[in-house]
């Protein structure tokens, strides 16, 4: 049975928050793209998502294996992948592609690298914006290229690669969705210190992260993914082997209002605590119809960052006493209580203050894993 060890949820092309190659694509080219696996098994097989494309994507070739430093992979551990017994396929406009399970031995916690190569144009790609993880690109076909020499780019997203699946025969993972909080933001790159990263450690349980930065509960962005409430099917509910869905999602909604770093909404919407209830509401409807258990997390404190004023303070405070009360979830984890400034409970402690008041350090991503875990662990 296989299990999905590693995701990141497609996005628009788009400028996004840093330089990208998304909408120009690639063509003649080979892209390396390392991720590090939740679980381990024997196989592995991956998914690659041609979400936003109008037309089919050629893929002239396709190699897994393990990661050396830099686009350099160990060697003797490159696979071939194939798709239907084929060396060459199309991701379908719109779609989605899935290859052949590959003979690899892994680990949990080990890093793999996928490479691509585009013999034709591919047009815009379908990414994710916010890897926090270095990607590369070359001329040519440098699928069994061993050094990683040929790859002279580098990118910090990650292109058509949507999930790594592994024959783990496992059933016990956690799905965890939001916006950039759940995507790493604040994290050190590089490092794999996200919170989701040390869920996984800490659980020792396959950790899936569908969070995108900027995301927003209630409303579509042209860069930050389509709206959560929409986006759970496809990022959350159509991988293998979950049954724990924890949710941290809606600071976006309430703080771009505040905020005249608009990229997307001008203005944006002004919300009330009832509409993302709702959302929430929407979302464990969802999870519940597809047999997972539903973690509500309460919001961060973010006072003094850019989204913070009068009406954020006074929704985000109706929305965290819902989570925290309402019993509509099935676990609750007080995330603003943990990470909160003992001396400002509506800001963040300065020790885990990635320094715009918003988002965690890694310190903070470690104590934000250590509470998700404590609440999931006493429910078991």
Request: charged content about 20%; hydrophobic content about 40%; some cysteine.
């Amino acid at each position: 049975m296989f299990t999905t060890a590693w995701t990141a949820s497609p996005q628009l092309p788009s400028e996004g928050f840093t330089p990208n190659w998304s909408r120009e694509g690639f063509w003649r080219q080979s892209l390396r793209q390392a991720v590090r696996l939740t679980a381990g098994g024997g196989r592995l097989r991956i998914r690659l998502s041609n979400a936003y494309g109008t037309s089919p994507v050629r893929v002239a070739g396709a190699t897994v294996a393990r990661a050396a430093a830099g686009a350099a992979v160990e060697p003797g551990s490159i696979r071939r992948l194939t798709f239907g017994g084929a060396l060459k396929a199309a991701i379908p406009a719109r779609g989605h592609l899935v290859s052949d399970a590959a003979e690899l031995a892994v680990g949990a916690r080990e890093t793999v690298t996928v490479t691509l190569h585009f013999d034709a144009v591919t047009g815009p790609a379908t990414f994710h914006a916010q890897a926090f993880t270095t990607s590369y690109r070359g001329p040519g076909d440098l699928l069994t290229d061993p050094t990683g020499a040929g790859f002279g780019e580098v990118t910090e997203s990650w292109y058509f690669l949507a999930a790594v699946e592994v024959d783990a025969g496992r059933a016990d993972g956690i799905a965890v969705f939001g916006d950039s909080l759940t995507d790493g933001f604040g994290s050190a790159p590089g490092t794999d210190r996200r919170w989701p990263d040390a869920l996984a450690r800490r659980t020792g349980q396959p950790v899936i992260n569908a969070g995108i930065g900027g995301n927003l509960l209630l409303n579509d962005s042209a860069w930050y993914g389509e709206k959560g409430v929409r986006r759970l099917g496809r990022d959350v509910l159509g991988h293998l082997g979950v049954d724990t869905l924890v949710v941290l999602l809606g600071v976006n909604d309430i703080g771009f209002s505040e905020t005249d770093q608009q990229p997307t909404y001008r203005p944006a919407p002004v919300l009330q605590a009832a509409e993302l209830v709702a959302g929430h509401r929407d979302l464990i409807r969802q999870a519940a119809a597809a047999g997972l258990r539903v973690a509500g997390a309460t919001l961060v404190p973010f006072g003094g960052s850019g989204h913070w004023g009068e009406h954020a303070a006074e929704v985000s405070h109706e929305l965290n006493e819902w989570i925290r009360c309402s019993g509509e979830y099935d676990a609750v984890v007080d995330l603003h209580r943990v990470l909160a400034d003992p001396a400002d409970p509506d800001r963040l402690d300065p020790a885990y203050d990635f320094g715009d008041h918003l988002h965690p350090n890694d310190a903070g991503h470690e104590v934000m894993a250590e509470a998700v875990a404590d609440v999931l662990q006493a429910g078991q």
